[in-house]
């Protein structure tokens, strides 16, 4: 099994590549990017083929799937062109700008038999895997209500071109606001935590304080806060930023019938019961967790295991998103079209 990975920015460098390098089932085949100095970079230091074009690397037959780590904007042509070459795909998050792309790459991916896997890394860290299990085996009673948070300082602090003044007017384009960057993996992880669909949303998504180099404010959300009601009955609140300049947060607390569940809170869970006493789950992992996706895609593709969260679950969130913008244009209550998976 060869492996491919296209565009060589921070991700790629910080988590596919050294999982993948890793693996001992597959084979580390190259890195694509249109920036030289990107691919032959990491290329040279997995001593792999460095490609500068996309169509080259993908029509080298000896490439089964390729784990694809471009900015947002060029998900969908990414995605789409290494399908219709016979490619299992990895696509980080999130898969598309829209639903509308996500729901064309779900009808590409429908006609042929490859994997399509979206990178909602979130769903496999042990701190969500095991409140998962605790929800559903009625810990906590019966979830009412849950509220869950997803803040940062935004992602010129994350990718390889680093903050700099002028960098929403450079990348912006690229890369779409919050929502895309962050609120697509609290988005999903709402429908992974309680086994439902997110079915209506009513939300607020200002730009608060990211700007352009000339201080005028970015032409996308740097926020957003989110009501949400789900397929379960289940309702409650996501709160996403770009505008967090503190410790980041990351936790979840789900309100239930019985006592109130948190994520990241002392050993990685506390539940504190309606009698007053508390437990704790150690959630802390023996391995770097942030691999957890590229070994989840590698596993599916050598062990036939199934992939964590694929084409259709990356087309949701996107439709979740599109109803999200809509809902604040409306100031109104809007339901999610969930026309793809019709
Ligand atoms: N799963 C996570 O938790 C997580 C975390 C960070 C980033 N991401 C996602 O990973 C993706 C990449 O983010 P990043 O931080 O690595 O960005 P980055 O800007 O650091 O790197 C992107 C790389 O892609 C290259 N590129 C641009 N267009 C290309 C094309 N058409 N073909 C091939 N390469 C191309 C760029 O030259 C650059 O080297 C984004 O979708 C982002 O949302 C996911």
Redesign the pocket.
Known sequence: MNVAI??????????HAPALSKYEGACFYGV????RE??DELAETYHVKAFYD?GTLLSCKEVDAVI????????M??VIEALRAGKHVL????LALNAGQAEEIVKEWKKTDRMLMV????RTYKVHTMAKQLIREGKIGKPVFFRTNLTQKG?EY????GNQPDFYDK?LK??GGAL??VG??RIDLVDYLFDAHIEEVQAFTPTIDKSYADGKKIDAEDHALINAKLSNGLAGLIWISWCNYGEAENETIVYGTNGTLKTFEGKGIRICYKDGSTEEYDTLADHDE?QN?TINFLDALTKNEAVIADGLDGCRCMQVIDAVKKSNASGCWVLVDSKAEN
């Open positions: 296209i565009g060589c920015g921070a991700i790629a460098r910080k988590r694509c990017d249109p920036v990107n691919a996309l694809i780590c471009t900015p947002e904007r060029f998900h042509a990414n696509c980080e998050k999130p990178a909602f890394s979130q992602v994350t990718t390889l071109a990348y690229n890369i895309l960057s697509c993996h942030y996706i």
